[in-house]
């Protein structure tokens, strides 16, 4: 199994230009969630999804959205990039409970 | 919302020394989890917790769930250069549904 898999790894972005950050997971889990991670700081919950077509928002989800049209993958879109979105953005599932995550994407925006 | 404090916010220690790290709520969590992220890379879970009182071990590492359902440490002992990291508790809270709330995190440094 790959686990939770991520892409791209690093990314460039310019204000108001907009991208799709991919996740995919191989272990069947109907939990999946997205966060941030600004430096030094932990990490901040975006949006989640209790199962395929359901999606519902986490602490942080102005700029962002989602859809899951799949149990393994779960896309975050950034509409008009903003650098306050500069962050680590890391992509976890889960059965129930223990939530296992992604490498993680960095994310610039200049 | 509910909040973890984790303390202490950054450790720096010999090699060979047993590290103790606490993470407090002002709220029950119903399930502990402690998670290591190491840099560049995602967090790895540890040690999970569901029951009040429980005390588990993975390897050198111990953490317990508190009696009182809103704490939980995190214990590892003869530390190593490879336990080098970042430690993040996190909890489900009692009435949630599956939102993990996190600490901000124990930056351990090891001198050698």
């Known amino acids: 199994n790959a686990g939770v898999t991520q892409t791209p790894k690093f990314r460039i972005l310019k204000i108001g230009q907009s991208m799709t950050l991919q996740c995919t997971q191989d272990?069947?889990?109907?939990?999946m969630y997205w966060y941030r991670q600004d430096p030094g700081m932990g990490l901040k919950l975006i949006y989640y999804?209790?199962?395929?077509?359901?999606?519902d928002k986490g602490e942080v989800p102005n700029g962002y959205n989602v859809s899951r049209s799949t149990t393994e993958d779960f896309p975050l879109r950034l509409e008009l990039a903003a650098p306050s979105q500069t962050s680590v953005y890391f992509c976890a599932s889960s059965y129930w409970g223990e939530q296992f995550f992604g490498p993680g994407t960095r994310l610039t925006v200049l | 919302g509910q909040q973890l404090n984790q303390s202490p916010q950054s450790m720096f220690i010999q090699e060979g020394e047993d590290v103790s790290m606490n993470c407090t709520s002002s709220s029950i969590f119903n399930t502990w989890l402690w998670y290591k992220q190491d840099p560049g890379e995602g967090p790895v879970l540890l040690i999970a917790l569901y029951k009040a009182g429980e005390l588990t071990s993975n390897g050198r590492l111990t953490a317990q769930f508190g009696i009182t359902r809103k704490d939980s440490f995190l214990n590892i002992s003869a530390s190593i250069p490879s336990d080098v990291g970042i430690y993040f508790c996190?909890?489900?809270?009692?009435?949630?549904?599956?939102?993990?709330?996190f600490g901000q995190g124990t930056r351990l440094t090891i001198n050698p």
């Open positions: 272990m069947n889990h109907n939990y």
């Open positions: 999804s209790v199962g395929a077509g359901i999606t």
């Open positions: 996190a909890g489900f809270p009692n009435q949630g549904a599956q939102k993990l709330v």
